[in-house]
């Protein structure tokens, strides 16, 4: 039973998957993929976060993947949706798994976060990549201490929200004073 379970928990992982046409590139972990029946699905690489457009190698990070894939038929292997309605996959673009790629080149974090949305096998990989990619400088590791994405997200968000906060205060003066 234990063997049997070894074996079919790997299929199990990815549900289902579909090959298309990459026909746009968001940023360096999202794509739009043309599939059968000129169905587009907006695909968000799984086990991936790449650095933001405007973050310090974004738009190098978005170059990448768009010399990767763009134009290419490509082969999706995925599970789910995430809460933003983009499908979560592995891009597959002649065998080679272009999310781990992006991670080996030093374009993209291995997104630790959601690994147990991974296989096992996958996280490991990932995991390794960035360690290798840090060590050897490569990408976005030349920088000291890159900012990954999700921290620039949050400190975004925060800064955002003391802007209008001073924006409220602002207006609430100028209406105390115009009584």
Do not use: C
């Not at 029946?37 to 991936?48: P, S, T």
């Amino acid at each position: 039973m234990t063997l049997w379970l070894a074996l079919i928990l790997p299929l199990l992982a990815f549900a289902d998957s579909f090959t298309g046409k990459v026909i746009a590139v968001t940023d360096g972990d999202t794509v739009k993929v043309l599939r059968e029946g000129n169905v587009q699905e907006k695909i968000r690489l799984l086990g991936i976060d790449a650095p933001e457009k405007k973050q310090a190698f974004g738009p190098q990070s978005k170059e990448a993947l768009s010399r990767k894939v763009f134009g290419k038929q490509v082969t999706v292997e995925f599970q789910k949706r995430d809460q933003y309605g983009r499908t979560l996959g592995k891009l597959i673009l002649d065998g080679k798994d272009v999310n781990l790629t992006q991670v080996e080149e030093g374009f993209a974090w291995h997104y630790a976060q959601y690994k147990r949305q991974q296989l096992n096998t996958d996280v490991d990989l990932y995991a390794t990549a960035q360690n290798k990619a840090a060590a050897g400088k490569v990408g976005l590791w030349s920088k000291a201490e890159p900012t990954p994405p999700w921290d620039y997200r949050r400190e975004r968000k925060l800064a955002n929200r003391k802007k209008k906060e001073r924006t409220r205060k602002a207006h609430s003066w100028s209406d105390a004073l115009s009584y």
